[in-house]
């Protein structure tokens, strides 16, 4: 069965049925698994059109290639961690609370959503070949984080509350990685250290370190 024609919105600009959204969102989200397991080179179409249920002729419909719904899952995987900062209220919160929830909230963020390290693991193996194609929305979406992160670190540090100034995107990267590692080397440190990093008790344990030590390096003197 085809795909209803787009149906016109008040405004005269046409929009796609729900039927046909559906479809879409099903694709994508078969494909953001399918790029997850394989990889770009590793990823077939067929496998991605027999997870979403459709005929093939749909992703090409919908994403002109292979390579345009590549794109359009790396642009998901993005908007959904940067959507999900926008919704909390980490920034309406005192300096040294908010830091803690924007670092707790990240590393629950990755936890539940490993798609988003599982993606970008692959796009950088893949040398951002892909990325520079959304450059620029990517940096217009993450510009807001660095800049009330930036504030956060500024209160806290005019009141006294903060020793140490560090740049807000340094601090970001230092989150960001802690709140990665134990799930992009999973198996490789399951193995190396004989504990699993995936179990409820070293994740509780991990979280509470990776809160400390990003208020440590806010209170203790770094050179």
């Known amino acids: 069965m085809k795909d209803q024609k787009a149906i016109a919105s008040p405004s005269g600009v046409p929009r796609e049925p729900r039927s046909g959204l559906q479809t ?51 642009t998901r995987v993005y908007q959904d961690v940067r959507s999900c900062e926008a919704s909390t209220n980490f920034w309406s919160l005192p300096p040294r609370e908010g830091i803690i929830a924007l670092t707790q909230f990240t590393f629950d963020y990755m936890l539940k959503n490993p798609s988003f390290p599982r993606m970008i693991i692959n796009e ?66 399951t193995t190396t250290f004989g504990i699993d990093v995936a179990s409820e008790a070293f994740l509780m344990k991990r979280r509470s370190y990776v809160t400390q030590a990003v208020l440590g390096s806010l209170y203790i003197d770094i050179p």
Do not use: W
């Open 124 to 189: 950088n193996l893949n040398k951002g070949r892909a990325s520079v194609n959304i450059a620029e929305a990517i940096r217009s979406a993450s510009k807001p984080l660095i800049s009330r992160l930036d504030d956060l670190i500024a209160q806290g540090h005019a009141s006294g509350e903060f020793r140490n100034r560090p740049d807000a995107l340094q601090l970001y990267l230092t989150i960001l990685g802690l709140s990665f590692i134990h799930i992009t080397n999973k198996f490789t440190l």
């Open 24 to 74: 879409k969102e099903k694709i994508l989200l078969a494909a953001i698994e399918e790029f997850c397991e394989h990889g770009y080179a590793g990823t077939s179409t067929t496998r991605i059109m027999s997870a979403a249920g459709c005929n093939i002729r749909m992703l090409y419909h919908y994403f002109d290639s292979k390579d345009g719904v590549y794109l359009a899952a790396l």
